[in-house]
């Protein structure tokens, strides 16, 4: 099945494409004065391996199980793979690198108290609300002592943060959850839309290792689940603010639930964020209500956060009923307030930001880290932690033509801060107040970071007023335009390299890249420098023309400083075909063991300094499954700038990092059908991986929820895994079967 760049699923659920903004790109790219050869003189910070040491050396687990010793070295980031690559493939399976193992260990409704029922998986289950949540996506992993306290050390116990993305649906129903496949009409019922809401959010789970086995600990204390309907507190600058004051909160401090949370951070202080991601598209808002708002501002924000006037929802969870929870998925003026205390018409300004989970505390609510602005968010990326020094946190806005961002914060950081007590009122002190940045990227290698305030806003842009700078991190997408930032090609995970501090950004793919964009398009976009392709993959499809196979894109701080205003870049790797052209397409010169397409997970390995590639793909889908690479990347400014002649009129200048080898680059697993490889969380001594299969099966009709022979795939009971054939997302254990580190 053909899946549309883009979407990797179904139409619902597409990334939106707003951004109709006039702000430069090509031409400010041009217009560059930074000189890159200035700033590539910064060191390139080998201070390395201390870091490496401490991680890997401390594991304190795994010492009672009968795996044989290893027989590949035990700590050290790596510099060469040690597997063989695995073939592309469409089975409905995990094919994975000889001499390891995967097992899979928590799949969609798997109970989490000890009372819950086993989960039957034939669309007649309840009590989500304590059960694994669907489409796992980003995690991370929190050590546990063996007294259960929390540790930085231990590999053989500890929890998982996790989060549900979305669920596989056609025509408003999650057919999957329902016995007879749901409602795909409005109104939808109470009964199936409380089934919905509960399996979005994030779960906590206790994961533990006997012997040389994983499991899940379904009793555990620690095991928690947030949904798109728990109580979470507004942390940061619009804490309070007019924005975010509505029915459930007239102060604005608070709102309810999480939502499409898809990628994942972890903070120096031990504690887990999350991303919200394409939250717009759970929200109706029907047409006469700009008129009722008095087509003010309000309107301008919404058109650019994906809710025109007249959209509706995703779900039709606002049709279950007239109980406050389905109303306020409405996003309208139905009330007479001035200050929208008495209806939902200020209810999406809830939405959209990294928040905060202390994971180790069950009953702790989370927080909304609103300083760090409101977009479709993925993974939150720390700068590493030097004392006495800010920290920077860099984020993606994943849709056509968004932004780069990044937050510093007003704090330096303090060693003493690695392991409190308290970890939210540590987020409170790094996170709620700081600076907001936007990248800027230019022609020659170099870029800016723009800051995002009331006095960086020009006098010529006039489309929203902000009120003040509250206003501008809630709707900094539109501060981002006025700044002229530059439009990337779906920005979707960043990640730290462990010791050059540099930061990587995986840009999925961007079907409004165009040599030449169509006549009176407000959204393609030509080529440049960042983003510097746009092609018709080699399936010729129109759906798949831009650029389809995405690139990952690094960025080093000028002096290594994550305050920096300025900084150098290159193109790590260009997705391709191996097969492509290597002069507008195959750029990185990847071969049969290295290609894929779409990368959108991306996780450094902070005992390995593995960078480890997860695609979600719709446009190599006709020849492989989505998978996971590792890679061995080296650094910014080591490889070469090159031309792409993409037609008389125009020619892009790239800098392309060095060209992975066969020892630096290979491809470790490859997912069963339908799927995406996302999230990744491993134990501190490296040794243990676990990884997220979102979505298997998602190309199955509604209409054969009945006939398990007609499902695009069975996984994972196809692999042994619980009751029912109907296919659930699920975490896979990765283990080296001689006990040595993954990848090694
Ligand atoms: Fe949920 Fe942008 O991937
Ligand atoms: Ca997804
Ligand atoms: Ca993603
Ligand atoms: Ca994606």
């Given at each position: 099945m053909n899946k549309p760049v883009d979407l990797s699923h179904l139409a619902a659920r597409a990334e939106e494409d707003s951004n109709t903004s006039d702000n430069p790109h090509f031409a400010t790219v041009l217009d560059a004065r930074l000189s890159r050869r200035g700033l590539l003189r910064g060191s390139v910070g080998t201070a390395a391996t201390a870091l490496f040491g401490s991680v890997a050396l401390a594991g304190c687990g795994g010492g009672d199980d009968d795996t044989p010793a290893p027989t590949t070295p035990d700590a050290g980031a790596l510099s060469k793979l040690g597997f063989t690559a695995v073939p592309k493939s469409l089975e409905d399976k995990v094919t994975l690198a000889a001499g390891y193992t995967a097992t899979v260990v928590y799949a969609l409704g798997d109970p989490l108290t000890a009372t819950t029922a086993a989960y039957k998986n034939d669309g007649t289950d309840t009590d989500y609300g304590n059960r694994a949540g669907d489409h796992h996506d980003g995690m991370e992993w929190f050590s546990l002592g063996s007294d259960g306290s929390a540790s930085t050390t231990a590999s053989d116990r500890g929890l998982i943060a996790m989060n549900h993305e979305a669920t596989t649906d056609e025509t408003l129903s999650s057919f999957f959850l329902h016995a007879d496949g749901g409602t795909k009409t409005l109104p939808r019922p109470a009964t199936e839309v409380d089934k919905e809401t509960a399996i979005h959010g994030v779960s906590v789970v206790e994961m533990k290792k006997t012997g040389s086995t994983w499991a899940y600990v379904q009793n555990s204390a620690f095991n928690r689940r947030v949904t798109a309907l728990s109580e979470v507190d507004i942390g940061g600058p619009a804490k309070g603010h007019a924005l975010l004051k509505t029915k459930y909160s007239i102060d604005g401090t608070r709102t309810r639930g999480t939502l499409n949370n898809c990628g994942?951070?972890?903070?120096?202080?031990?504690?887990?964020?999350?991303?919200?991601?394409?939250?717009?598209?759970?929200?109706?808002?029907?047409?006469?209500?700009?008129?009722?708002?008095?087509n003010d501002k309000s309107v301008v924000a919404l058109k650019r956060y994906g809710r025109a006037e007249g959209a509706a929802s995703r779900h039709g969870w606002e049709s279950a009923g007239t109980a406050d929870i389905y109303a306020r998925w409405i996003n309208a003026k139905t009330g007479t307030s001035a200050d929208g205390t008495d209806d939902y018409r200020n209810e999406m300004n809830g939405m959209g930001y990294i928040v905060e989970m202390d994971p180790y505390k069950p009953t702790s609510r989370m927080v909304k880290r609103t300083g760090l602005g409101r977009f479709a968010h993925e993974s939150a990326a720390f700068s590493l932690p030097k004392a006495g020094e800010k920290l920077a946190v860099y984020m993606g806005d994943d849709a056509r033509n968004e932004y780069i961002y990044k937050f510093v914060s007003d704090t330096a950081w303090s060693a003493a801060d690695a392991n409190p007590t308290d970890r939210l009122a540590t987020g409170a002190k790094y996170l709620d107040s700081g600076k907001l940045y936007v990248a800027k990227f230019a022609a020659d290698g170099t870029g800016q970071w723009i800051e995002l305030n009331k006095a960086a806003i020009p006098s010529t842009y006039t489309a929203y007023a902000f009120a003040d700078e509250a206003d501008i991190r809630v709707n900094c997408r539109l501060a981002a335009?006025?700044?002229?930032?530059?439009?990337?090609?779906?920005?979707?995970?960043?990640?730290t390299h462990p010791t050059s501090g540099e930061i990587y950004f995986t840009l999925t793919n961007n079907s409004n890249r165009r040599v030449a964009p169509t006549t009176g398009s407000a959204t393609q976009l030509q080529p440049d420098s960042a983003n510097p392709r746009a092609y018709t993959d080699m399936k010729g499809t129109t759906a798949q023309q831009g650029n389809p196979n995405g690139h990952i894109l690094r960025v080093k701080e000028a002096a290594g400083s994550a305050a920096a205003t300025t900084f150098t870049w290159d193109i790590y790797l260009f997705g391709a075909q191996a097969d492509a052209d290597t002069g507008l397409v195959n750029l990185s010169s990847l071969t049969a063991d290295q290609d894929f397409s779409s990368p959108d997970g991306l996780v450094f390995s902070k005992a390995t300094g593995i960078c480890w590639i997860q695609t979600d793909d719709g446009a190599y889908t006709d020849v492989t499954n989505c998978m996971m690479l590792a890679g061995i990347p080296g650094t910014v400014g080591d490889g070469a700038k090159k031309t792409l002649p993409h037609s008389s009129a125009l020619s892009v200048d790239t800098f392309i990092g060095k060209a992975p080898t066969a020892d630096t680059l290979k491809r470790f697993l490859v997912g069963p059908k339908d799927c995406e490889i996302t999230g990744l969380a491993e134990t501190p001594d490296g040794k243990?991986?676990?990884?997220?299969?979102?979505?298997?099966?998602?190309?199955?009709?509604?209409?054969?929820?009945?006939?398990?022979?007609?499902?695009?795939?069975?996984?994972?009971?196809?692999?042994?895994?619980?009751?029912?054939?109907?296919?659930?997302?699920?975490?896979?254990?990765?283990?080296?079967?001689?006990g040595g580190r993954i990848g090694s």
């Open positions: 994942t951070g972890k903070t120096p202080w031990g504690s887990f964020l999350t991303g919200e991601e394409n939250w717009f598209g759970y929200f109706t808002r029907p047409a006469g209500d700009d008129l009722a708002r008095g335009d006025a700044v002229g930032a530059t439009k990337m090609d779906r920005p979707e995970w960043c990640a243990t991986m676990f990884i997220n299969i979102q979505h298997p099966g998602e190309g199955t009709k509604m209409a054969d929820v009945a006939d398990p022979t007609k499902y695009t795939s069975q996984w994972p009971s196809n692999a042994g895994y619980g009751a029912g054939k109907r296919p659930r997302s699920a975490t896979i254990v990765i283990t080296k079967n001689d």
